[in-house]
């Protein structure tokens, strides 16, 4: 029985290892809408985000189906965001970031943390073992 409860919570600890955490929140962002010069949108198509002077880019990805990047600008002000297609259209724009509204403050439950479900777990694991216990000595005395 002792084996058991030793792979149970060996098991237990490697589960942690494919875990992928997320936090949803409201932010304030910033919506760059790109579109060709007959009015389509720039969908699907690669972009970079740079911080004013950085070489490196903030943000990579594709616009959305209606030429979108959004991004949180954060302190940085100014930004350079340069989008290609793969036919050779694109854009190399520097703007300084609008801004934004403030968003009002909700407060949702939150899920509880890591460390609780595990405390969760090994106190429903230890219950349910004390249960069989209690019950096999009880049928085991005349």
Known sequence: ??????LLLLWACAAEAHEV???????????????????????????????????TPAQVGN????????FVPGATQKWRLQ????????VNL????????AVAATTRPTAPERWQLAALGLALIFGVFGLVQ?????R???
């Open 134 to 138: 209690l019950y096999s000595r009880k």
């Open 140 to 142: 085991k005395t005349p």
């Open 83 to 90: 989008a290609t297609s793969a036919d050779g259209h694109g």
């Open 63 to 70: 616009t959305d189906a209606a030429g979108r990047v959004a």
């Open 1 to 6: 029985m002792k084996a058991w409860l030793i």
């Open 94 to 101: 520097e703007f300084a970031a609008p801004a934004t509204a």
């Open 21 to 55: 955490g997320h936090r949803i929140e409201a932010a304030q962002a910033v919506v760059v809408t790109l579109s060709y010069a007959n009015g389509e949108p720039f969908a699907y198509e690669k972009y970079a985000l740079y911080p004013d002077g950085q070489e």
